[in-house]
């Protein structure tokens, strides 16, 4: 129990410090003028006779200045790193592409600007069919009038749309649906490499046997194009179209439905065929509602465990952002406050490929013209040094806004 | 694959049911007295690949609507097979005879029930031969570790009884290695991360003596699928030094576990609840947790509809266990485990368990010596932990045992010294003399004090 | 790295071990194994609380259970929102507990007329997901006018008009200090205490027990200097603003600020970065050039980004349908728990038009699943009826060798929902990851079945090919 007494003495010695005792010893008065305490709760117990004022401790000092303080950076310890994998082949490397792109090579999580620079930027590259398939109006729109010839659909995404890569898709080869023979396949593959000159990835049916024919054939005529054969599984025999595809120097995709393990297991099986840096991951994505958070999570965990040491997971990762388009929100029309479905679409489509690339992403597959080039605003922007920022930054808080 | 077939082969038959009417003969089956199904691994030259052998009239001498004695006795060779793993190989053959367009397959052994359909019949399903064939192709294809494979089926009524009794024995033989297979008798465990869950990199640890969590693989079961499958989700661990029998410390599992986890978990005690438990991913079959009151074990199941003596259901309690972490006194586990010897061996084994579900006591009846488990309490006997402790020193169960030695801490540890709280109420203060009495008090709040002056003078001189 | 999973026995330690059962459990124990699922707070045992002699232990459990990012309320009168109170960086490493609310702005300059109605858009705001409802959370009343006398008329004008928790936003203390005087029930944030303002912002926070966010857009020095000088001054729930900025010359930052205070606040304890996070998307309004749809566009970008990663709380601009709703429904889908699989509701669905001919299927209440059988359908434009079985949250593939796709629970469904009076036949197509339930579903429904197609996207042909007259005549005949 103190008294107001020894709660002064005790606020002017916090103010004044040993400076206080030593005053007082030397001079023995001090006076304070305009002197200000402030306390929480003051009790007085009156007495008859005597005024007794009786303090709860204790009477708080605040700070009059700013006690500056440095942020220090995380410290981590990474000591795995992700393979670094090269797209196409220029005419020095025996292809005839105009470029080659090179994905992955990270030591760091996804955009950890403030500990490492991202070694390579991740690849956006457009979605082609081999047949007019059904697609909601807002992609189509832009595609309709090629859509039939798969080698004008891919020009048309790289000369109007600046694509860095095409990914072919051959669902016509589906056994359900046209069934189209590998060599026909492959075929049209030669046409989209003689159309466009951005490095190339061929997409089966899904189909594990007539898939392994078709890459067969789809290799052979892409020899010395380093092309991204999309994609291999654990369904597929893989003793039968590994050594194939390491033959004819491609790349491939290692399809897993958002599985660690498998996807591990996978890896595991495609080392004995193929070498490492010619092994992408595609672990599944979903659009937003529609199972993203597995998605992102998986690839998350993949790409930390990479980064950890895991030997197997070490791979760029590859996002299937297309599969946004499976959201209803997506393309259905809906009531007037949710907006017409040509913005609804794209940013669906836009935002489940942030969520892809926050994780770790490295290759995109992607079809709206106008997604795409928001995806790679952001990866330029991302891709910035974390200490350029804008001078001053911009006052939204009392700012009249649009 | 199966063009040369009648009727079509494939997964989507494989819960097909045949009803009696439809049905052109039954094999086997609950009115049949000897039926049984057996794969045995032979040398190679001992196994004529490819052949299939009808004893007894063939399908098509079958009259129609009737019941036989029946068996299928498969014999295989190939390098890596062995004898352990006969009962692997012959739990496909259920599987296998159910994708066949027609035909249905239930139970195994010498339990087997076969029926064939009378459409599958007149598609020109009408020998036997046709579905050795079959198995033959689907054997061989999914598991390649066979390299030659043989199949005999046996209608001859008197064969079949012959047979049967050597399949007995066969099985009785199997069943009693299966359990006297020893840990210390291995020097390879097997890690198996086929969960399918969101737990951070889980590994199970089987051994012969420790189910896997989730009760569907058994050490037998990993050492063929290792086999089959060498770059699959079930790899061969080294057991390394034991470095803890009791416990179940050896130095080839830690390292294992720390390279599956990225160093998360760095320690497994394979036959303790506490300390460095076995993890869970989130699909065990059962949970072991800890009850103070009483310094014992509670079991739960996953199938037990009520909350557990301590007032939680499996639900609350398996969430505490899951997720891949070591968490001490909750432990995620098989019912199978439940009946190993080695069962929470470095806690006190059964001696610890003080409760479990009447339904689970059944489960491992039998597994359990007789006069602990009716030592242990169930849902139908107690219904809290006041009436557990009761119970237990009613029936004298051995944990009473471990009170007397060291009673479980009831009292509260009260806190050494009384925290330096203010004292609520206002004490008269002496000052300078005074001595106050009696009075009233005025409480202000956010008081600022402010003085033109304010003059401290040093006391005394 | 990863937050350290405690034992319910270390917990139990500290509790009074009394078995009271104040706190509704049946025991200590159990009142432990909830307080580590993170399902119940300590305070429930009024006991430890209230008792002195548990005092120390109190303050050890409540520092054994401490989130690594504070959690702090924001009241109205009628509504409560929490922000922050996380405990791990990564979702897999348990699971994310509080979604980032979302406020929406209004200002003092607007007239009655566009307050009106974008107060109703942030109460209304409902979208239906999977059973739940996703709602907007706060309003946000921000000073343009910079004249306390407005900025009180306008936040008493939504104060009485709304029921949602407000934000204050304003960095002139004199014009916070008027807004509060028409809050009197409730507990709003207050934004914002900055290194110019920080002393009066941090008075009016303490006087009136007020949670206040820190801000300091660019400089994470600052931003941390303040947060320690404003403990020091005696407050505690506070919201970190390190600066929401878009484009080229700062997204990496806000990105980079967001991901480094989050990790020392997780993974390295670092106290003074264990505040929530505040994400203004709302900036891009004022730092963006390019017309409405085009800043709107970007402020959900940038809010999606922030959901993404780390932000406790978002205070955006735009009211838009489009950008509003990919946003919820993202949040709601990132907070989910990843150990608990989000299950629908059992029973029966209708997809297209179906009539008395038309197919009836069953798949299992896996939400994923649900979503994806069911768009199959609708992108295939099948008419049919979907029953959904309670397989506890599995997908069929799980849930089938799991012993969850249970016939009975099919006979369940088929019976409750009343199917047998919508369509003429008697046939069930199951999923052909269940084909080896075919005879227990006939058995325990009566009903004949047909094994469906393994994966959901042949479902339309599957329908085409095998659902003819001749076949189902054939299967009604046997």
Same mark, same amino acid.
């Given at each position: ?34 002197? =200000?305490?402030?306390?929480?709760? &003051? ?22 200045? &700013?006690?500056?303080?440095?942020? /220090?950076? $995380? ?260 009531? %007037? ?66 | ?30 009115? +049949? ?41 498969? =014999? ?5 097979? /062995? ?29 087997? @029930? ?18 050795? *064939? ?124 720390? /390279? ?15 300390? !460095? ?21 509670? &079991? ?58 009447? =339904? ?46 060291? %009673? ?38 956010? +008081? ?12 005394? *001189? | ?6 034992? %319910?026995?270390? +917990? ?12 509704? #459990? ?34 050890? &459990? ?16 009628? *509504? ?84 949602? %928790? ?31 303002? @920080? ?70 304890? !670092? ?84 009539? #008395? ?34 397989? /506890? ?55 004949? +079945?047909?094994?469906? $197609? ?12 095998? @659902? ?11």
């Amino acid at each position: 129990m103190s008294s107001l007494e020894e709660a002064l003495r005790s606020k002017l010695s916090e103010l004044l410090g040993s400076k206080l005792a030593e005053a007082l010893e030397k001079y023995g008065e001090l006076v304070l003028e305009d002197v =200000e305490i402030e306390v929480d709760e &003051l009790e007085l117990v009156l007495h008859p006779g005597a005024i007794v004022p009786a303090l709860k401790p204790p009477v708080e000092v605040r700070p009059l200045k &700013l006690i500056e303080t440095k942020f /220090e950076k $995380p410290k981590m310890e990474w000591t795995g790193k992700v393979v670094e994998v090269k797209l196409g082949a220029t005419k020095s490397e025996g292809g005839t592409r105009d470029r080659v792109h090179i994905v992955g090579g990270e030591t760091v999580p996804a955009f950890y600007m403030f500990a490492e620079p991202m070694p390579h930027p991740p690849v956006v590259a457009m979605d082609v069919f081999d047949m007019k398939i059904r697609l909601p109006k807002a992609i189509k729109v832009h595609f309709e009038d090629v859509m039939d010839d798969p080698a004008e659909w891919a020009k048309r995404c790289v000369e109007k749309f600046g694509a860095e890569m095409i990914n072919l898709h051959l669902v016509s080869t589906d056994p359900y649906i046209k069934d189209t023979p590998p060599s026909e396949a492959a075929k049209t593959v030669e046409e989209v490499l003689q159309a466009v000159k951005v490095p190339l990835c061929v997409g089966g049916s899904g189909d594990p046997v007539k898939d392994v024919e078709v890459f067969k054939k789809v290799a052979d005529v892409a020899e010395g194009e380093r092309i991204v054969i999309n994609s291999l599984n654990l369904d597929m025999k893989l003793d039968d179209i590994g050594p194939h595809l390491k033959d004819k120097d491609c790349v491939v995709i290692a399809f897993t439905p958002m599985d660690l393990d498998k996807a591990r297991e996978l890896n595991r099986k495609l080392y004995d065929y193929l070498p490492k840096e010619r092994i992408m991951m595609d672990t599944n994505i979903a659009g937003i509602g529609y199972g993203i958070e597995y998605g992102f999570t998986v690839m998350e965990r993949a790409r930390l465990a990479a980064l950890m040491g895991d030997k197997e997971l070490q791979h760029p990762i590859v996002a299937g952002v297309t599969n946004a388009w499976a959201a209803r929100e997506a393309w259905i029309k809906m009531d %007037p406050y949710w907006g017409p479905k040509e913005i609804r679409g794209p940013i669906w489509e836009a935002i489940t490929g942030l969520v892809a690339l926050l994780a770790g992403a490295d290759y995109f597959m992607m079809m709206h013209p106008f997604s795409i080039k928001t995806l790679k605003e952001i990866i330029d922007y991302l891709g910035k040094s974390p200490f350029e920022i804008e001078e001053t930054p911009p006052d939204w808080v009392s700012a009249k806004l649009g | 694959m199966f063009e040369d077939i009648p009727v079509d082969v494939g997964v989507i038959y494989e819960g097909e049911r045949i009803r009696r009417k439809e049905m052109y003969v039954e094999l086997g089956g609950p009115k +049949v007295d000897y039926k049984f199904e057996l794969v045995r691994v032979r040398k190679p030259e001992e196994v004529e690949d490819g052949k299939v052998v009808v004893i007894g009239p063939d399908l098509d001498q079958l009259e129609e609507g009737k019941s036989y004695r029946f068996g299928i006795f498969i =014999e295989v060779a190939g390098k890596q097979l /062995e004898e352990d793993l006969e009962g692997i190989i012959e739990r496909r053959i259920h599987e296998y005879v159910n994708y066949i367009e027609g035909v249905m397959h239930l139970n195994q052994r010498y339990d087997i @029930w076969i029926r064939i359909s009378k459409k599958s019949f007149r598609k020109g399903l009408k020998s036997f031969k046709i579905i050795g *064939k079959v198995l033959q192709r689907l054997f061989k294809s999914e598991l390649p570790i066979i390299e030659k494979i043989q199949v005999t089926f046996i209608t001859d009524p008197d064969k079949v009884k012959e047979m049967w009794e050597e399949a007995m024995k066969v099985y009785e033989a199997r069943d009693a290695r299966a359990r006297g297979l020893k840990d210390e008798e291995v020097d390879v465990f097997y890690g198996c991360v086929l969960c399918q869950s969101f737990a951070p990199t889980h590994v199970c640890v089987i051994t012969p003596q420790r189910y896997s969590n989730c009760g569907a693989i058994s050490w037998f079961d990993c050492r063929a699928a290792a086999r089959v499958d060498p770059k699959g989700p079930i790899f061969p661990i080294e057991k390394g030094e034991c470095i803890d029998p009791i416990k179940g410390e050896y130095t080839g599992v830690n390292k294992a576990v720390a /390279e599956r986890s990225l160093g998360a978990i760095k320690r497994v005690w394979l036959y303790s609840a506490f300390g !460095y438990p076995h993890t869970s991913c989130g699909c065990f079959e059962g949970v072991a947790f800890y009850i103070p009151e009483v310094d014992g074990f509670g &079991l739960v199941h996953r199938g037990f509809k009520g909350v557990t003596v301590n007032g939680l259901p499996f639900s609350t309690l398996a969430d505490s266990t899951s997720g891949g972490r070591q968490i001490d006194g909750f432990h995620g586990i098989s019912i199978e485990y439940m009946r190993s010897p080695k069962f929470l061996q470095a806690d006190g084994g059964w001696e610890r368990v003080v409760w479990m579900p009447a =339904e689970l006591k059944e489960k491992v009846r039998g597994f359990v010596p007789d006069e602990i488990l009716d030592k242990i309490a169930t849902e139908k006997d107690v219904g809290n932990v006041e009436e557990l402790k009761e119970f237990l020193k009613k029936v004298g169960h051995p944990i009473v045992k471990r009170w007397e030695e060291a %009673p479980p801490k009831e009292e509260v540890e009260v806190a050494p010294e009384a925290a330096p709280e203010a004292v609520a109420e206002a004490v008269p203060v002496i000052a300078e003399g005074q001595i106050a009495i009696g009075g009233f008090r005025i409480k202000m709040r956010n +008081v600022k004090i402010k003085a033109k002056k304010l003059i401290i003078k040093r006391r005394g *001189k | 790295m990863p937050w350290k999973a405690i034992s %319910p026995i270390e +917990v139990y330690k500290l509790l009074p071990r009394t078995n009271c059962k104040k706190c509704g #459990e049946e025991n200590c124990m159990a009142f432990a194994v909830r307080l580590v699922n993170l399902e119940v707070k300590p305070e429930k045992c009024t006991p430890l609380v209230e008792d002195p002699k548990y005092r120390k232990n109190y303050e050890k &459990l409540k520092e054994l259970l401490r989130p690594m990012v504070r959690e702090i309320e924001v009241r109205s009168e009628k *509504k409560t929102v929490i922000i922050g109170g996380e405990y791990v960086m990564f979702r897999h490493e348990m699971t994310y507990l509080n979604p980032p609310p979302i406020a929406i702005d209004v200002d003092d300059t607007m007239d009655k007329e566009e307050l009106a109605k974008r107060i109703d858009i942030a109460e209304n705001f409902r979208y239906e997901y999977i059973g739940r409802e996703l709602t907007l959370d706060l309003i946000a009343v921000r000073s343009v006018s910079n004249d306390p006398e407005q900025f009180k008329k306008t936040v008493r004008f939504v104060s009485n008009n709304s029921s949602l %928790p407000l934000v204050l936003c304003s960095l002139n203390p004199d014009v916070i200090k008027a807004g509060l005087a028409e809050v009197p029930g409730g507990r709003p944030l207050l934004y914002a205490a900055t290194k110019d303002n @920080w002393r009066e912002m941090a008075e009016l926070a303490r006087k009136h027990d007020l949670p206040l966010v820190v801000s300091s857009p660019g400089n994470l020095d600052m931003l941390m200097t303040l947060a320690n000088t404003l403990e020091k001054y005696g407050l505690s729930d506070l919201a970190l603003d390190p600066g929401t900025f878009v484009g080229s010359k700062g997204l990496s930052y806000t990105l980079s600020a967001f991901t480094m205070l989050r990790w020392r606040a997780c993974n390295e304890d !670092y106290r003074l970065a264990g505040y929530p996070l505040v994400g203004t998307p709302i900036s891009v309004w004022s730092s963006m050039n390019g017309d409405k749809q085009t800043k709107a566009w970007w402020e959900a970008i940038t809010a999606a980004m922030l959901i993404t990663r780390y932000a406790d709380l978002l205070i955006l601009h735009s009211i838009e349908g489009w950008v509003l709703l990919p946003l919820v429904i993202l949040r709601f889908n990132i907070y989910t728990d990843p150990r608990k699989p989000v299950a629908v509701e059992p029973g029966l669905r209708v997809i297209g038009d179906p009539d #008395e001919n038309s197919p009836v299927m069953v798949t299992g209440n896996f939400a994923l699943t649900y979503y994806i059988v069911a768009g199959d359908i609708e992108a295939g434009k099948i008419n049919c009826y979907l029953l959904v079985i309670d397989t /506890e949250g599995l997908s069929v593939e799980s849930a089938v060798p799991g012993r969850k796709f249970l016939p009975e629970k099919v006979a369940e469904v088929l019976e409750s929902s009343g199917i047998a009076e919508k369509v003429k036949h008697r046939i069930l197509i199951i999923p052909g990851k269940a084909a080896r339930l075919s005879g227990d579903i006939e058995d325990a429904t009566g009903w004949k +079945v047909m094994v469906g $197609p393994l994966d959901s996207k042949d479902i339309p042909k599957f329908v085409e090919e095998k @659902w003819r007259p001749e076949v189902i005549e054939e299967l009604m005949k046997e």
